[in-house]
Nanobody, 115 residues
């Protein structure tokens, strides 16, 4: 059983920054890809950022240049540094981890960007 625990969400003013973390625990042989998705009210879940086991990253066009994804393999943790936040970044952010060829999801953490 694999558990994902997300942290770092909250309320921030436009232009501000937040850092999300997602730690994986449980019986894991290897972690492959890790990523962050988000779902805004009334919208479908969308990919925000993705990082492979080799460190290759890709980002949604809407966050390029503002968000940075990284991972610490020793800690089994993926991070999302979010800068220059905009109101349209408001959403529930979900961590996704592919471990032992199975995709696991976190429960989500709410990010609200508002003045």
């Amino acid at each position: 059983q694999v558990q994902l625990v997300e942290s770092g969400g909250g309320l921030v003013q436009p232009g501000g920054s937040l850092r999300l973390s997602c730690a994986a625990s449980g019986s894991i042989l290897s972690i492959n890809a890790m990523g962050w998705y988000r779902q805004a009210p009334g919208k479908q879940r969308e990919l925000v950022a993705h990082i492979t086991s080799g460190g290759t990253t890709n980002y949604a066009d809407s966050v390029k240049g503002r968000f940075t994804i990284s991972r610490d393999n020793a800690k089994r943790t993926v991070y999302l540094q979010m800068n220059s936040l905009k109101p349209e970044d408001t959403a529930v952010y979900y961590c996704s981890v592919v471990a032992d060829l199975t995709n696991y999801w976190g429960k989500g953490t709410l990010v609200t960007v508002s003045s």
